[in-house]
């Protein structure tokens, strides 16, 4: 018997599928359509204009330089996120004390807003009295500039995997403790060493953790902004430029809003081909166990 | 047992391996902490003195930074503390009552159109927020939403909304059928059945998803940033953003404003260790 209803379970559907309807799905529609029109200052008239939006995207160099950028946030999330973060809590798990203090110091930076952290490093990276230039004095080494048109992504960057690398952290540490104790004690009885253990047992018993973890750094990737919006605006010259930031200004200083639909509709379909191509290549390698 | 000590060099080289080991975790956590405690150390010097020294501990320890900060007259950080609340509160209470009652929905009953709507909620997390902005922009400007805090409110219920139905639905999904049955027998109605016994026994999953809602609402910045433009409303994350463009070269008070702004995350956090940390990792796939 149980519950059995037709009518009941959509009744209580009703607001979450309200709320998606009207601030998700029709804005989402409403977007891939605008990337169509000529469309600036928020107009009551767009024009349709078939792909020429995203011609003349296809033509701008800063759209190249997004995608760059894009790529070494990801790089860049992949050496800290990914590697550090598991190296990290390979140690934590066979750390005999401060598991919990690790941990909790660890993690304290993902409860953090990237406004915050932006900030914060912005502040960290200034001339005057900045923590990277007051530690070059102590060293007695001279001041830098620390944030140049060269260095502005990676001044971007790199908070952001330093934010998130308790985060993946998390993860990996329940992965590892998810694993079977036998199996670790038997090759320990082998002799395996510690670093062997990790390398031929760890690493491929968690091989499905390390993808997830990967689809989810590169999706991510696609979507930073507060950070950048905080650190550099995109600049200096555009050349610290995301996705997200140039869709930005395009839209709310620029007031090109056709061509920021067009950039907002380029965003979700790389990422979703990228994470898809992803997965399926995931799949393959699982496939051949 | 973990290790088996065979002979003396074994042990020197293990000897040496935990060295090395507390050597990187000591390095990463001074990594995650020197930011933080620089900043703190700091917005308790005046402005000249982080000028001159700062690195050092402050000579006096001054509150002028976060007397500016709570008494500016253009952007005062009680009020965006309260506007923050008011924001954090009306999000939370959305998405927990809306994904609760879908969550039921989906969990519970067995219907054809149960595998659309997972799919669905699922599809809406690759969503990101970048390519509904402009449209919901035009759409509040237009209502009477524009003004008010549930400008950002209803978005940011919505953009959490598929997420938190599916992490409560698997949940209430796990929960054992013969609960529904015998309450039936004895003759309660589906709406008691949902108030009495789903939501009681789903208490620790809604306590995660409010712990995450909170945190993600709390340090969200794009929505309020473009839907809330009156100061007056904007939450503490806006307030923030614009603080490096209103104090210039008064270091002294950013300081202060990102201390104060951590600070409720950080008393959650100290009070709720576990939950905070299940509710940002249960939320691994949102985007």
């Known amino acids: ?289 | 047992m973990r290790y088996a000590y065979i002979d003396r060099k074994d042990r020197v080289r293990s000897d040496l391996r935990g060295v090395l080991l507390y050597a990187f975790l000591i390095f990463w956590a001074l990594i995650s902490l020197v930011p933080l405690i620089w900043v703190l150390i700091n917005s308790f010097k005046s402005s000249n003195e982080i000028l001159l020294n700062s690195l050092g501990l402050p000579q006096q320890i001054t509150f002028t930074n976060y007397v500016t900060m709570a008494t500016y007259p253009d952007m005062n950080l009680l009020t965006a503390f309260r506007n923050s609340m008011i924001i954090c509160g009306g999000v939370v209470s959305g998405v927990l009552i809306g994904a609760g009652f879908a969550a039921f929905a989906l969990g519970r009953f067995d219907n054809v159109f149960n595998r659309y709507v997972n799919a669905l909620l699922a599809g809406c997390m690759l969503v990101p927020a970048f390519s509904t902005l402009i449209p919901n922009f035009v759409l509040i400007s237009a209502s009477p939403l524009r003004g008010t805090w549930l400008a950002v409110i209803f978005p940011l219920i919505a953009s959490n909304m598929s997420f938190s139905t599916l992490l409560l639905s698997g949940y209430v999904r796990s929960l054992p059928k013969e609960l529904d049955e015998a309450a039936i027998i004895d003759g309660a109605n589906t709406m008691q059945v949902f108030w009495k016994i789903i939501v009681p026994l789903t208490k620790p999953m809604f306590a995660t998803v409010g712990v995450m809602t909170f945190i993600w609402t709390y340090n969200e910045l794009l929505l309020s940033l473009v839907y809330l433009p009156t100061r007056n409303l904007q939450p503490i994350s806006v307030i923030l953003s614009l603080v490096s463009n209103m104090f210039g070269t008064d270091y002294g008070a950013m300081m202060a404003a990102i201390c104060l702004t951590i600070l409720p995350v950080l008393i959650l956090y100290v009070l709720a260790q576990e939950q905070v940390v299940k509710g940002l990792t249960a939320g691994s796939v949102k985007g």
């Open chain 1, 1 to 289: 018997m149980a519950l059995k209803s037709k009518k009941i379970p959509l009744l209580f559907l009703l607001p979450a599928l309200a709320f998606i309807a009207v601030f998700l799905l029709l804005p989402l529609g409403k977007t891939i359509y605008y990337s169509f029109t000529s469309w600036r200052n928020f107009a009551p008239v767009k024009k349709f204009i078939g792909f020429k939006n995203y011609i003349s995207l296809f033509n701008n160099p800063t759209l190249y330089i997004t995608l760059r950028n894009t790529g070494i946030l990801i790089v860049c999330a992949l050496i800290f996120q990914i590697g550090v973060s598991f190296l990290l809590a390979v140690a934590v798990d066979s750390a005999r004390h401060g598991f919990k203090m690790f941990r909790t110091i660890f993690f304290f930076p993902v409860i953090i807003s990237a406004t915050a952290i932006g900030l914060m490093f912005s502040l960290i990276y200034k001339y005057d009295a900045g923590l990277l230039n007051s530690l070059m004095a102590l060293m007695g080494r001279d001041k830098q500039v620390w944030l140049t048109a060269q260095s502005a992504i990676y001044c971007v960057a790199i908070p952001t995997a330093w934010q998130h690398v308790g985060f993946y952290f998390i993860v990996f540490l329940t992965g590892i403790a998810n694993v079977s104790e036998d199996i670790y004690e038997s090759a320990v009885l082998d002799g395996i060493t510690p670093f062997q253990r990790m390398i031929y047992i760890t690493i491929p018993m968690l091989k499905s953790l390390f993808i997830s973890n990967i689809v989810l750094v590169v999706s991510q990737s696609f979507r930073v902004f507060d950070m950048v919006y905080i650190i550099t605006g995109g600049g200096p010259k555009h050349q610290s430029e995301l996705l997200s930031s140039f869709m930005y200004t395009k839209a709310f200083a620029d007031y090109n809003t056709g061509m920021a639909s067009a950039i907002a509709i380029i965003m979700i379909v790389l990422g979703i081909t990228l994470t898809s191509i992803l997965r399926f290549f995931a799949g393959k390698i699982q496939g051949d166990d």
